[in-house]
């Protein structure tokens, strides 16, 4: 039998090599970086399912819509505050929730549940479809 060349790559060592190690400016510079399109995609997909103009959405947020279209490529990072409006003008909401850690101290009797019923440690947020 013929042995195939293996595909496999490491990941951490690909980033390290790509974008240098964890820590240093490169990495910080290109998680920014990947950041921002992240986001951007996500008010992109956002503002295609609504059907809405980046012209029509930056009006709503009076902005221009080149700023909207330099935030959808991920060229720059919007403030929270115009975050915040973009979200609004998408039919969104931006939720900041606070987990049910009490559950996890010794005295109260849910704390043994299993770990798909733990509640997850640290805050999260997310965003999510309005139903106006």
Known sequence: ???????????????????????TESRSEFRKEAYNYCVGQLILESRRQESMTQAELAEKIGANKSYISRIEKGQIEPG??????????LGLRFEIVK?????????????????????????SSKAVKSSK
Do not use: C, K, W
Request: aromatic share 8%; net charge negative; charged share 20%.
């Open 80 to 89: 929270v505050s115009t975050f915040l409006r973009i979200i609004e003008a």
């Open 99 to 123: 987990p049910m850690t009490y559950a996890l101290q010794p005295h109260n009797v849910s704390g043994y549940l299993s770990d798909v019923d733990t509640p997850a440690y640290g805050s």
């Open 1 to 23: 039998m013929q042995r195939r060349e293996s595909n496999i790559v490491d990941i951490d060592e690909m980033m390290n090599e790509r974008f240098g190690a964890v820590g």
